[in-house]
């Protein structure tokens, strides 16, 4: 049974930082673009980053260099670092994986930035 199972979510200071993370269970992640979204309250689900096969990384310019994507396909894990945090990063962030027709969502990790 495919699954991703996401963790490190959490209430978090502005200016903070937060690691989350992904697990993939049942997916051989080597072959997958890895992608984080979030869905903030009263907002449409947005891209965040994603990072490709072959190790390239985007961002979503909300985002751009204060968030950084990483794999590790040996693990089958993936994470994203986020730092210098702000209330309009609180959302739910799920972690998705696709590879041709194949798609895996996790079910979401919330993201509260308060002080």
């Known amino acids: 049974q495919e699954q991703i199972v996401e963790s490190g979510g959490g209430l978090v200071q502005p200016g903070g930082s937060l690691r989350l993370s992904c697990n993939f269970i049942g997916i051989t992640l080597e072959f997958y673009t890895v992608r984080w979204h979030r869905q903030g309250p009263g907002k449409q689900r947005e891209l965040v980053a994603e990072i490709s096969s072959r190790g390239s990384a985007n961002y979503a310019a909300s985002v751009a260099g204060r968030f950084t994507i990483s794999r590790h396909n040996g693990a089958n894990t993936a994470g994203l670092q986020m730092s210098s945090l702000t209330p309009e990063d609180t959302a739910i962030y799920y972690c998705?994986?696709?590879?041709?027709?194949?798609?895996?969502w996790g079910q979401g990790t919330q993201v509260t930035v308060s002080s």
């Open positions: 998705n994986a696709k590879w041709g027709l194949a798609e895996y």
